[in-house]
């Protein structure tokens, strides 16, 4: 099977800009979890969807955003971007929301300039 | 409340030692412990878990002691070798769910 697949890999973009990260999650995988990654705060928690609907959110600020799609891909958002916000953002996905193994994909590098 | 706290930060340890990795929590409600590993450029890697109805869970060389009443748990890595130098963080979570608490990780580097 192939793992999680996050796209890009690479980003750049500039502060007050907005970005949309992609995730496909292991096939018959229908949760997916996001994760921010950073030297300074660690690994993060940012919000976890299960069948299209968001069951958990992190402390994170609203300008951070995600969606499921029906097929169990998910994409993230973030808009008005700050420096603050460079970091690798992990995408993770399991069979169901509990009492089922984690797996991550590799992260989108996103660097706010 | 929510945190776990992992040390040491860094760890370096001969070929063939034990290396151990402590991490300790306040949130009792915590039900699930898992550890992932994470290599440069690639993300974390589920290791290992256990639940607190257990002491002890061992798969191959990685083995996780658990303390409830001391809130604490550990990994010890056998027979370590040079492929093993890696990130390692611990995690919890309630419920089993996917909303894992991570520590601050511990960079162990495995010495020739």
């Known amino acids: 099977k192939a793992g999680v697949t996050q796209t890009p890999r690479y980003l750049i973009k500039t502060r007050g800009q907005q970005v949309t990260l992609s995730c496909s999650p292991i096939?018959?995988?229908?949760?997916v979890s996001w994760y921010q990654q950073t030297p300074g705060q660690g690994l993060q928690f940012l919000f976890e969807?299960?069948?299209?609907?968001?069951?958990n959110k992190g402390n994170f600020p609203g300008r951070f955003s995600g969606r499921q799609f029906s097929n169990s891909r998910s994409e993230m958002n973030v808009s008005t971007l700050e420096l603050g916000d460079s970091a690798l953002y992990l995408c993770?996905?399991?069979?169901?929301?509990?009492?089922?193994?984690?797996?991550f994909g590799n992260g989108t590098r996103l660097t706010v300039t | 409340q929510q945190q776990v706290k992992q040390s040491p930060q860094s760890l370096i340890v001969q070929k063939g030692g034990i290396s151990i990795i402590n991490c300790a929590y306040e949130n009792t409600a915590f039900d699930y412990f898992p550890w992932y590993q994470q290599f440069p450029g690639k993300g974390p890697a589920l290791l290992i878990a256990i639940r607190p109805d257990v002491s002890e869970k061992k798969e191959g060389r990685f083995t996780i002691s658990f303390n409830k009443s001391a809130k604490q748990f550990s990994l010890h890595i056998m027979d370590s070798q040079p492929g093993d130098s890696a990130t390692y963080f611990c995690a919890a979570s309630t419920g089993g769910g996917n909303k894992l608490t991570f520590g601050t990780g511990t960079q162990l580097k495995v010495e020739l």
């Open positions: 993770a996905s399991s069979e169901k929301p509990f009492n089922s193994p984690l797996h």
């Open positions: 096939s018959g995988h229908r949760s």
């Open positions: 969807y299960f069948s299209e609907t968001q069951r």
